[in-house]
């Protein structure tokens, strides 16, 4: 398997399933690259309990083919016999014929307005292939995801039966799930790497609440990762790894990036409580409650680079509070 993104783990998983001998190859630092590293991790971990091999920081340079079976060949001089390659490495719109007919495009992807209306009269396009502007960071690239794509085509017939009521299509938040052996890993917003491309000056913090009351049997817990603007709280993404309750937390936070909630926002939120399902507070409540804590000065909790300073250099003093800080399980007082 090349490419360890959403497609290719669930690729890898369903054949790892069927009995075959499954490695994944990954030019990135990690699998799945938009995941945080310590949360790509655990999803790492689980694909190797599941017997794939994982590889990492490497790239194929060439794909040879045999009489019995084909053998990849890695830039570190590595080389893998396979019967079966599959290529997951990213997209690109395949936009050449419409450019040629003179839609606009972007770097290949189909220029439109909020309605989805292109440079020509009475075309419209949505999904893959279109540019969309990023809601938490203003980027502007394609979002290669089947709810968007969905939602927009109803709204492009809404622009085509009835303009004068049709509500536009909105800036996407990039949320997405995927299923790795016994573990779910979801997104939604920008990851720590995009805020720091962008020199969005923001907080970050872990926490590893259950995702039910912790007394009650099967008990787990949700690996959670929360990102927020350093001076006003606003929320900018969240991150989540665990066995169960995963889905239901990004849904919940990436319905409060829609509506451009702040971390302390989510504190009040109403959600539903019951032993079995959840806790008196949520996972959610509890990133609200810790992060407000952060955000009003009540806990200051070291840099990522002061952190790292102080291992390198254990008499180091600690440096000053930086756009990016991590929280670590147990100590954050959370009332």
Known sequence: MLGAGFIGLEAAEALAHRGLQVTVVELAEHVLPPLEPELASLVADELRRLGITVRTQVAATAIEEGPEHDTVVLADDGR????????????????AVFEAAGVACEKSAIITDEHGRTNVPGIWAVGDATVSTDAITGLRRPITLAGPA??????????????????????????????AGGLTAALTGANRATLL?????HHTVHLHPTQHASYFPGACPVHLVVHFREDDGLLLGAQAVGTDGVDKRIDVLATALRNRMTVADLIDLDLAYSPPYGNAKDPVTMAGLIGNNVLTGTVRIPARESVAAQAAHPGTAPGRHSRSSTLRRPCIPSG
């Not at 085509?160 to 938040?173: D, N």
């Not at 491309?197 to 000056?201: R, S, T, V």
Request: charged share 20%; hydrophobic share 45%.
């Open 150 to 179: 969905n939602r927009a085509g109803r709204l492009v017939a809404d622009d085509i039966l009835r303009p004068a009521i049709a509500r536009p299509i909105p800036q996407p938040c990039g949320t997405a799930i995927v299923r």
């Open 80 to 95: 893998i016999d396979a019967d079966l390659i599959v290529l997951s490495v990213g997209v690109r719109p395949d936009t």
């Open 197 to 201: 491309a962008q020199g969005i000056a």
